[in-house]
C-alpha cells in the first residue's frame, strides 16, 4: 500500500475547473471546456480559489448552481468550497462558527433535499472516519454532524435485526444521489483489509445499516473485496464500482482489475457488467446528465501501471469511458478539447467530479507523470 502512498509527497496537484460536455448526445463530441484555471494570476482582489488536490468530494448543488468541494489531500485538508458557477467564482465558506468536519481525504458525499453530504475518508495519523456530516446549503451554510451509534462489536453483528455501526473507511465509493435520503458505502479499506461489504446510512432515522456482507473470494456473485476503484450513485438506491486493486492480505487478485459491477439496493443484489478494457486504480466516475431516459456514466483519469502491473501504453489523456447501464457495455472515446484549450486537461488520479445538468464537473486531481 505505501508504495501507492507515496506518490501524495510528490503529489503536483491542480486546481482546474472544467466541464465535461456534449455528452447528453452520446454520440455527439465529447469536449472538455475550461470554466477556471485554478489561478488568479497576479490580479489581488481576484476572489480566492481552493488550493490544488486529490481525493477531495465535490457536489453539484442544482438548486443554487453551484459546486460544493471539501477537503482531500495533500494535507488532508479541512477547507469548504462553494463554486458559484453562474458567475465564475469560488469563495471560501466560513465554517468558525460551527464544529465542522475534521481534516480528510477519500471520502464519500454528495447532494441531497438542500444539504451536501460528507461521510467516511481518511484523517491525519491514519485515522479511518465512520462519520457522517451535512452542510446547510439553503440557510446557514453550517456543517452538523449526525448522530452515529457507536461502531457495532463482533457480538452484535450477527443480529441482522440491529442496525450497524461500520468501523472508518476510506478509498470507498458510494455517496448519496440527488434524489436519494440513503448514503451508501462500500467496498474500500481501514488499512487492516480490504472489505467487501456494503453499508448505507439513512439520513432520515439517522442509522447504519449492513446491506450486503459480500461473498467470498472466488464466489462469482458479488465483486472480490478492493480498494482504489471508482464507483458512483447512478440512483437512489443503485451504484456502480469499477476495476481497483484486489490483491494483498493474502488473497491474490489483480491490481487493478477490469471488472464493473452494478448494485441494486432494493432487490440487495449485484449484477457483473462487461469488463472495461482499461483497468486502473484512481479513476473517477460520474452519471451524465440524463437525456431522452438514456442513462450512462463516464469514467475519467487514473493510473494503469501500478506495483503490479507494468502496461507499455497507458491511459489516452483524451480517453473517457462511457458505460451504458442498460446494456453494461463501455465505449472508449475521445474528448476533444474546447477552442479556448490548446489540448485536453493533462491526464490525472483522483480528480473529484460531479454531474450537473450540462455536464460533468472536474477540479483537482493530480498529475502522476
Ligand atoms: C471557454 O469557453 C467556454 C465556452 O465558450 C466558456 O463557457 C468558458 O467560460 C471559457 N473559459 C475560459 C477560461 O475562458
Ligand atoms: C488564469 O486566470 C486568471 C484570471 O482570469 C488570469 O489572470 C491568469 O492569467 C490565468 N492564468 C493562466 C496560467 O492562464
Ligand atoms: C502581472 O503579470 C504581467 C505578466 O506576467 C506583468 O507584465 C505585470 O507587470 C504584472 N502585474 C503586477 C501588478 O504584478
Ligand atoms: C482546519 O485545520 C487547521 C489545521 O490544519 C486548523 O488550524 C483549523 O482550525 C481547522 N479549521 C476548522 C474550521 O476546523
Ligand atoms: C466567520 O463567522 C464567524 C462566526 O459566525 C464570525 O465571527 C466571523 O466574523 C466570520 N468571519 C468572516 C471572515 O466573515
Ligand atoms: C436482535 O435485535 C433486536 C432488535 O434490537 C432485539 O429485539 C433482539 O432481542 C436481538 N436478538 C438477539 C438474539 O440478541
Known amino acids: 500500500m505505501a508504495l501507492y502512498r507515496s506518490g501524495y509527497r510528490f503529489c503536483r496537484c491542480l486546481a482546474l475547473t472544467l466541464i465535461l460536455v456534449g455528452v447528453t448526445e452520446v454520440k455527439g463530441q465529447l469536449m472538455w471546456v475550461q470554466l477556471h484555471n485554478g489561478s488568479l494570476g497576479n490580479v489581488t482582489t481576484a476572489a480566492p480559489v481552493p488550493p490544488g488536490r486529490r481525493d477531495a468530494v465535490l457536489g453539484y448543488d442544482v438548486t443554487r448552481n453551484q459546486l460544493i468541494l471539501f477537503g482531500g489531500t495533500p494535507g488532508p485538508l479541512n477547507d469548504t468550497w462553494i463554486y458559484n458557477v453562474a458567475n465564475n467564482e469560488w469563495r471560501e465558506v466560513n465554517t468558525s462558527g460551527a464544529p465542522n468536519p475534521p481534516a480528510r481525504y477519500a471520502a464519500v458525499g454528495g447532494v441531497s433535499g438542500g444539504y451536501f ?8 495519523h491514519d485515522v479511518y472516519y465512520n462519520d457522517v456530516w451535512r452542510l446547510d446549503l439553503a440557510g446557514t451554510e453550517r456543517w452538523e454532524m449526525l448522530p452515529v451509534a457507536p461502531q457495532t462489536t463482533p457480538a452484535q453483528q450477527d443480529n441482522s435485526s440491529q442496525p450497524y455501526s461500520p468501523p472508518g473507511r476510506a478509498f470507498t465509493t458510494g455517496g448519496i444521489y440527488v434524489t436519494g435520503s440513503r448514503l451508501y458505502v462500500s467496498l474500500g479499506t481501514n488499512d487492516d483489509m480490504r472489505t467487501k461489504y456494503t453499508f448505507a446510512y439513512d439520513v432520515v432515522s439517522n442509522l447504519w445499516f449492513k446491506e450486503d456482507e459480500g461473498c467470498n473470494l472466488y464466489d462469482p456473485r458479488c465483486p472480490h473485496p478492493r480498494y482504489l476503484h471508482s464507483g458512483v450513485m447512478t440512483g437512489s438506491e443503485e451504484f456502480v464500482v469499477f476495476s481497483g486493486c484486489l490483491s494483498g492480505e493474502g488473497s491474490a487478485g489483480p491490481c487493478p482489475s477490469h471488472d464493473a459491477w452494478r448494485y441494486d439496493g432494493q432487490a440487495k443484489t449485484w449484477t457483473q457488467l462487461d469488463n472495461c478494457p482499461t483497468p486502473r486504480l484512481y479513476g473517477t466516475m460520474a452519471m451524465l446528465p440524463e437525456a431522452e431516459g438514456k442513462r450512462y456514466v ?9 506495483a503490479t502491473i507494468v502496461q507499455t501504453a497507458d491511459l489516452a489523456a483524451d480517453e473517457v469511458a462511457i458505460l451504458d447501464l442498460e446494456s453494461g457495455s463501455w465505449t472508449l472515446r475521445q474528448a476533444a478539447p474546447e477552442n479556448n484549450m490548446t489540448a485536453v486537461p493533462e491526464l490525472r488520479v483522483s480528480a473529484a467530479m460531479a454531474t450537473g445538468p450540462d455536464g460533468i ?9
Do not use: D, I, R, V
Not at 453530504?117 to 491525519?124: E, Q, V
Not at 464537473?361 to 507523470?369: H, M, N, R, V
Open 298 to 306: 463516464a469514467l475519467y483519469g487514473g493510473q494503469t501501471n501500478t
Open 361 to 369: 464537473f472536474l477540479f483537482g486531481g493530480a498529475s502522476y507523470q
Open 117 to 124: 453530504y460528507l461521510a467516511m475518508g481518511k484523517g491525519p
